[in-house]
């Protein structure tokens, strides 16, 4: 079929340029605290008085999360919604005040695609040298060359899924387990797939991942404005009256330039060489643009040793290219902020005043209830006491506010509960109904901690119901 | 934005409406194709692998095999399957180790330990309810209340055999089989009726006072021998699980149930006329002691002992 070619598009292979400036020292930066948190995170010890000596651990079979000196239980899994939302609403606000900052800065994506570039310079230099090794036929030197970028690619891709299953148990017991082939299953096949997909993804797909993959360059379009960030080029300074030209001869100094209508752009192509997703941002703003100021830097290195003024290619807004002023306080940016505060608040409130006892009472609805030989009628409970503290926690149960009922809790009214473990116990509740007597009444079920100070009685409603 | 929209950009060459319309050529990446690929790559290695396809009246296997324990405790090695998957959980699988480990505390505990102990009863409930689901449920209901006439209900505090956590543990080990003498050919109508009367006479206000006291000499006397088995006082004998007939408690005449007087003394009248004769099967041969142990536990937890 003669269409064929059209149909489906081979990757066009990038190789970027190195660069130094600003930009590039943030993100090396920013790069190196991610890397340290990520890597040596799990091996971070930690005293507790119950519970792994790990700083950061998840602890899946014991359905707790250690993080430094707090301790996550399944009940506080609202915690996640308050993250969740807070991720969600910070992306919007940073969006729309200055781009796509999150892309170009922090995305595991740009980050590890970064270390990738580095390593293929290392191994195989500078963008020329690395072009021209695409291009030349295999041979011994090509073979070499490129198979260890590859193997150090794979290095840090199984380092990076490596790590990941550290945060998931003990970490020298584990790391020991793994090596001597003794690791349970899912270790193995968490570090494999993480391997795999951090090699496809960074060393293969990269800028890919960014234009065909990801769902958040798609959708952030809706996010800007005119007064949002976005990397650009000066095209009234870069292109003058006749558009760009390179450094010739009367194409000098800026004077010359000027007088022959030539903008200061000198068509270097420092911008595109530098660009990891190979834009060329003076097309203007683009899809496959994931604003990490690579080429700012570029551009500006080139415009201090030409000795003219920086920001041919820099951070500005649309309404600014178009002559206005960018407005970075604007009616939707406060709105995020508020909501950003108010969740932050509410779950940082939370979290301050984790309780650190909980209580839950489920009504036995078959039956509903039972007449007894007395004549009397009973309810059945289940009660779950949570001990969320780290000590061991003696409580007394009790049911309060229905007059004339008496409680069993079996040989459990008094009982002990372990360290950040819960107990269910079975009550029941018998009363002698009167006539008159409605056929729901709240009952309220309480424990008392015996012996500690800090810890105040926790309760929990039901309802007593009568034939 | 829109200088780069002006572009030329590659058209498919398709034109309708004159050459006004166009189509946009953006032709998919290449490792767009490739991951279609490898799924198929994927299905073919799994068909090799799992059973997969009909043949006649068969199927392709795979080559994947796996073994499992049958109930009779031999190894079977069959095609992968998930059926024998299962099995293979349920015998040496993480958390049917676990659950046995656990079952192995209950079971080498005694009585008084699991009572006591606030861990122990928690797992007891939980596999408790579902092991009583299994095989007690059918007749008992899933909370245990029973059937009035049929099936005694397990979570009151009127046991006919016993609720101490013994009796319990007798009676789904060994069953029970609750039998009353029907009396229709030994009494007269009048008489069934005198002697409903004296046994709700217990329990509630009403009935005619001269019928009652007839009731009383048919009841204690020889001539219906109710004591033989109720007791002199009426409140049964647990030996033999005749039932104690001065409570609120009715297992089987449904006399909580009946709108007035006259119909509470008929739902007893039935049961003294035509007698009871209902069996509990006996689980010893077919739980294990485990399990009749997690049952008793269980059982006696929902309203027993008291």
Known sequence: MSGSEHLYQDRTPIFPRTVKGRFRSIKWGILALAYGVYFLLPWVRWERPVGPDQAVIFDLEGRLFYIFNMTVHPQDIFWLAGFLMLAALLLFFVTGVAGRVFCGYFCFQTLWTDVYIWIEKLVQGERPARIRLSKQPWNVEKLRKLGLTHLLWLFVAFLTGFSFVMYWGNAPELAMQFFTGNAPFPAYFTTLFLTTTTYVMAGLAREQVCIYMCPYSRFQTVMFDQDSLIISYDKQRGEGEQGRHKIAKDYKTLEERQSKGAGDCIDCGYCFQVCPTGVDIRNGLQIGCIQCGLCIDACDTIMDSMGWERGLVRYSSEKELAGGKTRFLKWKSIGYGIAISIVAGLTIWSMLNQAPMDMHVLKMRQPLYVTLSSGEIQNSYEVKVNNKTNREVRVRLEAKGLDGATVDFGRFEEVTIKPEKNIRIMARLKMKPAPGMPKQQNVTFRAIPLGHDDLSPVEFGAQFFLP | ?306
Not at chain 2, 21 to 49: D, G, M, S
């Open chain 2, 1 to 306: 934005m829109s200088e780069t929209n002006k572009q030329e950009v590659e058209t498919t060459g398709h034109a309708w409406d004159d050459g006004t319309l166009q189509e946009y050529n953006n032709p998919l990446p290449k490792w767009w194709v490739w991951t279609f690929y490898a799924t198929c790559v994927f299905a073919i290695v799994y068909w090799i692998l799992y059973p997969a396809w009909p043949v006649g009246k068969g199927f392709t296997t795979g080559i994947k095999t796996i073994e499992y324990q049958t109930a009779d405790g031999q190894t079977v090695t069959t095609h992968w399957n998930m059926r024998a998957l299962l099995q293979q959980e349920m015998q040496t699988g993480e958390e049917a180790v676990k659950q046995r480990e656990y079952l192995e505390k209950i079971t080498s505990s005694s009585f008084e330990e699991i009572l006591s102990d606030p861990d122990k009863m928690a797992f007891v409930r939980s596999m408790g309810k579902v092991a009583f689901a299994d095989n007690c449920a059918g007749c008992h209901g899933s909370g245990g209340n029973g059937v009035i006439g049929l099936f005694p209900n397990l979570v009151d505090d009127a046991w006919l055999w016993g609720g101490d956590i013994k009796d319990i543990q007798t009676a789904i080990a060994n069953g029970r089989n609750g039998y009353m003498t029907a009396f229709a050919n030994t009494l007269s109508v009048n008489e069934i009726n005198d002697v409903s009367a004296y046994v709700l006479s217990y329990s509630m206000e009403g009935g005619d006072a001269a019928s009652v006291q007839r009731g009383s000499e048919i009841f204690n006397g020889p001539k219906g021998g109710c004591t033989a088995c109720h007791g002199a006082d009426a409140k049964g004998m647990k030996a033999l699980g005749s039932a104690n007939l001065t409570d609120q408690i009715w297992t089987v005449a449904d006399v909580p149930g009946a709108a007035d007087y006259e119909a509470k003394k008929a739902a007893v009248m039935s049961v003294v006329k035509n007698g009871i004769s209902r069996e509990m099967p006996a689980w010893s041969g077919r739980l294990d002691d485990a399990t009749i142990k997690l049952l008793t536990v269980y059982t006696y937890s929902l309203g027993g002992g008291m």
